[in-house]
């Protein structure tokens, strides 16, 4: 499995390199072109809705995973100094459907981390 | 251009935006057809059966998601591949394309040719790159997009509406 891929997120053209980075690699791991495009989509929606390089900088991580004999993307996106942790909650909501999990922990440093998987099927 | 080309039909309102993806295409060795709305495409679709449709979603008459529903509703249609190749990245908007049968769905940004470019070799439309990519993403150097003049397009507006 290769490498995670770290993106520091200061504008939307970081957005777009991190989508374009989960697109890579989820073509790499053998999604097909609808899933690439569904995680690459949520991918960039969840950045917008976290307000990720727009009011909020952090940065975004893009990881293969392997486990029980599956595949899949793993993208976590952390962004620093939240200091409303509501942001983008609705957003958050449609960028699930797109995804098979999403998670979303409020760190301390008011430091905030969600994370999307979507397997390979 | 090779007698046996492969087809790309542009379906977006832009002027602009359909000649510089016209460009790209028959860079790559496709032959394109363009038609500026929906309804305009969905009949060129019919005439000249494309081996693959990239559509624009807000476009006047009749956008992008009604097209690619009509089109997948007709049996002759149903099975032309259909990229969305759109402005908008919103989850929603992505997953309404999707659920009416689009195969992709490629936000325009700096990458989006790219992005477009190996969607089409993975659906055998163009060749498996064999070098370096075909266009290495790059910061935009303004706002404006593309450059050109709307007079090169193959097909306009007017023609199979």
């Given amino acids: 499995m290769s490498e995670a891929q770290k993106i520091e997120v200061n504008t939307e053209f970081d957005v777009f390199m991190a989508r374009m980075q989960v697109r890579n690699l989820a073509r790499a791991i053998g999604f097909d072109i609808t899933s690439q495009a569904r995680v690459a989509l949520a991918t960039s929606s969840l950045a917008r809705a976290l307000r990720l390089g727009d009011i909020y900088r952090g940065y975004v991580l893009v990881n293969g995973l392997q486990a029980e004999g599956r595949s899949g993307v793993q993208v976590s996106c952390k962004v620093f100094s939240v200091d409303d942790f509501e942001i983008g909650s609705r957003a958050l909501a449609d960028v699930k459907w797109l995804v098979d999990e999403l998670t979303v922990e409020e760190l301390p440093s008011n430091e905030l981390q969600v994370t999307l998987v979507k397997w390979l099927v | ?161």
């Fill in chain 2, 1 to 161: 251009m090779k007698e046996d080309s492969k087809t790309v039909l542009i379906v977006e309102d832009s002027p602009a935006q359909a000649l510089a993806l016209e460009q790209l295409l028959e860079d790559h060795g496709l032959k394109v057809l363009w038609a500026a709305d929906g309804q305009a495409g969905v009949a060129l679709a019919r005439e000249h059966m494309p081996d693959v449709i990239v559509l624009d979603i807000e476009m006047p008459r009749m956008g992008g998601f009604e097209a690619c529903r009509i089109l997948k509703e007709d049996a002759r249609t149903a099975d032309i591949p259909v990229v969305m190749f759109t402005i908008r990245d919103d989850a929603m908007t992505a997953l309404r394309g999707i659920d009416l049968g689009a195969v992709d769905f490629i936000p325009k940004d700096a990458f989006s040719n790219t992005v477009l470019l190996e969607t089409l070799r993975q659906l055998h439309i163009l060749p498996e790159a064999t070098g370096a990519p075909d266009a290495l993403p790059q910061k935009p150097r303004n706002k404006a997009g593309n450059a050109g003049l709307p007079g090169r397009a193959t097909t306009g507006p007017e023609q199979g509406g």
